[in-house]
């Protein structure tokens, strides 16, 4: 499910390519996972912690790591996203029949829409290519009709199910919205980025100076707050359990 979420349900445009699943003995776990843009060649890292999830397709993830924020990334699982899930489970669960006809109408005169219509102008590559999807042709009907076989109760029952991916959801989604009026989230959930860069060089190589000159700014911001000698010189030693003083040489 987590990797459904995050490959599916957020679409940004980032496919995933490494997956590690992490289980303690008391039963907790933790999800680590990450995608590459074939468009930027950037990359993307969800984590997961189970202290943290209480519902999968209710921003579950505990962070999203990535160097480049999207101008606009569908985001099903974003809390602004509630009223979508439910038009899209809703819809799924609808006659495949009139769920066809519900696209036509809602796309006349043309009988298809484009999907420029909820893009920005940009020279983002990710966004260049989301353009030009056309909605209805990118739906997978064989697999909605066996949602509607199935009749998902809620949005995890319906990602849950093999053959809905990306296309199903985002057409669901704007479906929901040019018939019911219920717009989905499309705010990048990217929530940190990389400061420094990684020994390897992945996204880029580390930026020594950066780096240096934070830990200076971190000392300094501790040395001159105005707290309690004790509470410096612990906030000093945690910080020294991080970044040695030998950290610069």
Known sequence: MAAKIDNTAIQA??????????????????????????????????????????????????????????ERALNMVAKESEASRKASVDLAKEPTRKLM????????????SSLQKWMPQTNDPWLQTLSSLNMPRNINWETLNRVYEFQPKNYEELLSL??????????LALVSELVYGEKP??????????????????????????????????????????????EKLQSLQRLRRFVPENANS
């Not at 093999?162 to 057409?171: F, L, S």
């Open 185 to 230: 989230s499309w705010e990048d959930p990217v929530k940190f980025s990389f400061a420094y860069g990684g020994k390897d060089g992945v996204p880029f190589p580390v930026d020594r100076k950066a780096m240096d000159e934070s830990i200076q700014i971190l000392r300094q911001s501790v040395q001159e707050a105005k707290i309690g000698e004790k």
């Open 13 to 70: 445009g980032y496919q995933l390519y490494h997956h590690a699943f992490l289980v303690t003995r008391d039963e907790k776990w933790a999800v680590i996972q990450q995608g590459m843009s074939e468009q930027d060649r950037s990359a993307r890292r969800y984590h997961w912690l189970s202290d943290k999830v209480t519902d999968f397709v209710v921003e579950p993830e505990n962070a999203i790591v990535g160097d480049i924020k999207r």
């Open 101 to 112: 006809n519900l696209i036509q109408c809602a796309a006349k005169p043309l009988n298809q």
């Open 162 to 171: 093999k053959g809905v991916g990306p296309a199903t959801v985002r057409g």
